[in-house]
């Protein structure tokens, strides 16, 4: 039996106890890779600035980029760039009613989240050993 008032009392909310659909997973994704993109920007011309200025300069990006350290960022760079695209298309084609029905948007939604990880792990793998 509930005590008087204890209803309306707001309750603990465990986000990480909530199991999401995989079509809010790729959504979420959506915005985080997009976010991670817009965080990238800046950088990205000043790297390139900054090798511009002498071939040591170049030399000491190119060695910094190379390192094992930078192999995350690069993946994470790579995987926000290849997952904001299809998903940004998977959600394009929703719209205008291509695989907007449940089945096909939860077939959808694994086929970017294994093909955004799969490619991006393919392209870092590639440029790293070739």
Do not use: C, K
Not at 39 to 58: I, M, R
Not at 65 to 80: G, R, T
Not at 98 to 119: E, N
């Amino acid at each position: 039996m509930h005590r008087a008032g204890t209803a309306a009392r707001p309750r603990f909310l465990n986000l990480a106890a909530i199991r999401f659909p995989v079509g809010a997973i790729v959504s979420i994704g959506h915005r985080l890779s997009g976010l991670a993109l817009a965080a990238l920007l800046p950088f990205v011309p000043a790297a390139l600035a900054a090798s511009l200025h002498s071939e040591q300069a170049y030399e000491a990006l190119w060695s910094a980029w190379n390192s094992p350290w930078a192999m995350p960022a690069e993946f994470i760079a790579v995987w926000a760039f290849l997952h904001h695209v299809l998903a940004g298309m998977r959600h394009l084609l929703m719209d205008i009613g291509i695989g907007a029905r449940l089945p096909q948007a939860r077939a959808s939604a694994f086929g970017v989240l294994a093909a955004a990880f799969l490619l991006a792990l393919g392209l870092v793998a590639l440029r790293r050993l070739g």
